[in-house]
């Protein structure tokens, strides 16, 4: 059975640069904040060639020493990072997941959850399948191995087809990239290129296109729901391998995931953000005295904010950007010493203020609820804070970790109680029609908005087995 649901990850793929491993591992390096407990790449040097692939726990920067990937070598590269996870099997969740089967050697990394991967797995190990891991993603090699069809590309068609749920893949064999959307788009997957010397080009396919702008590569379009992208010897083929079904962007890229520098779903993330922060002002202006983010996820839809109210935007909550993943508490327990860890206040900045504090979302409550006490602390006379997405009332089956139904305040609590909760002076939230109005889908139905709305875009017919396997760190 599955561990846990699959997480905000980052994949990339690279096909046809001779720097290929290197270029993978600096776009997982741009989309380091999508996924810190594991990373991995796996390389290609062509025809006949050995997939060679490294994964390790830790961030990318830390795994992928120059010697590891000067050994690397080839012109095709796929490459993940994986967000936290509990448990023991962490370490072999990680990916990309390689395999040698009839189809060659093949590798493959995975973004998205995909909903009936348990009826999947049991079903392939009734019929001998073993399972190594507990991810969804390597029930995706098995039906590509189990399958009849003679080409991986065949292969692959014939196991999108059985897949429901999110999943943006990409797959490296010897000597080409194979990348899939699914049909409702849950996840992004862009495609960019790269020119080469001799009027050769280099294609690239990432999850933001942040990762586009460190390499150098020109964002071209997105692979597109119920796509599939083969570039191989021959060029780049670009196919559907599943009729039209209703688009289902994750609205939550926009809200909080993405990097603002980052063309998401076709749209930049700044400026939906920084509407949203707009919307909040219009619809829920304070008489205070600044406006704070807590950064980072606050700070676009706090910038809309304070230039929408006129009040000024000051950076009153500091960030700690190098805490690792391990520190050594003190013994003598320190009140929120997580949060304090992380975040600091400006004590000059706060005294006596009347405070605006914008963040993205509210899960449990909890972080919020320190956040809001270390502002008082530092001398905050009121302290009002702004959330720029609606209550998030319903776990994400396609990939964004939340927690179950139960641990989400908004889903068993009013407003006043969140708030009362919080300890904050007044609470509000973006509406559903300003979040739709700030990503531009008032008219086109494009996003998914389940977490705030409870309406799932796939039928969800083993939902009660999905919600009674999920197990939380
Ligand atoms: P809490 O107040 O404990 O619900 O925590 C809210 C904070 O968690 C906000 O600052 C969000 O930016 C952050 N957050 C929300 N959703 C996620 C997620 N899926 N992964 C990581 N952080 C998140």
Known sequence: MFDKFHEECAVVAIHGHPEAANLAYLSLYAMQHRGQESAGLAVSAGKGKDVMC????????????????????????????????????????????????????????????????????????????????????????????????????????????????????????????????????????????????GGRSAYVFASETCAFDLIGAVYLNDVEPGEMVIA??????????????????????????????????????????????????????????????????????AIGYADESGLPYRQALIRN????????????????????????????????????????????????????????HAGAREVHLRISCPPTMSPCFYGVDTPTK????????TLDEIRRFVEADSLAYLSLHDLRESVGDDENHDYCYACYTGDYPTDMVSIDELLSSRKRP
Do not use: W
């Open 54 to 197: 490294h994964k390790s726990m830790g961030h990318v920067a830390d795994i992928f020493t120059p010697e590891r990937l000067g050994r690397l070598k080839g012109d095709h590269a796929i490459g993940h990072t994986r967000y936290s996870t509990a448990g023991d099997s962490a370490h072999l969740n990680a990916q990309p997941f390689s395999v040698k089967c009839n189809k060659g050697q093949i590798a493959v990394a995975h973004n998205g959850n995909i909903t009936n991967a348990a009826e999947l797995r049991n079903d392939l190990e009734r019929s001998g399948a073993i399972f190594q891991a507990t991810s969804d993603t390597e029930v995706v090699l098995h039906l590509v191995a189990h399958s009849r069809e003679r080409t991986l590309a065949g292969a692959l068609r014939e196991a999108l087809l059985q897949l429901e749920g999110a999943y943006s893949l990409v797959f490296l064999a010897e000597d080409r990239i194979i990348v899939a959307r699914d049909p409702h788009g849950f996840r992004p997957l862009a495609m960019g290129q790269m020119e080469l010397s």
């Open 321 to 376: 950007h190098y805490v690792g993943r391990t520190f050594i508490e003190p013994s003598q327990a320190i009140r929120d010493f997580g949060v304090k860890l992380k975040l600091n206040a400006v004590r000059h900045l706060l005294e006596g203020k009347r405070v605006v504090l914008v963040d993205d979302s509210i899960v449990r409550g909890t972080t919020s609820r320190k956040i809001v006490r270390m502002v008082r």
């Open 232 to 301: 191989g010897p021959d060029g780049v083929t670009r196919e559907r391998f599943s009729p039209q079904r209703n688009r289902a962007h994750c609205v939550f890229e926009h809200v909080y995931f993405a990097r603002p520098d980052s063309i998401v779903f076709g749209q930049p993330v700044q400026p939906t953000r920084e509407k949203m922060g707009r919307f909040l002002a219009r619809r829920h202006p304070v008489d205070a005295d600044v406006v704070v983010p807590v950064p980072d996820s606050g700070v676009t839809a």
């Open 406 to 413: 139960s641990e989400l305040i908004a889903a068993n609590h």
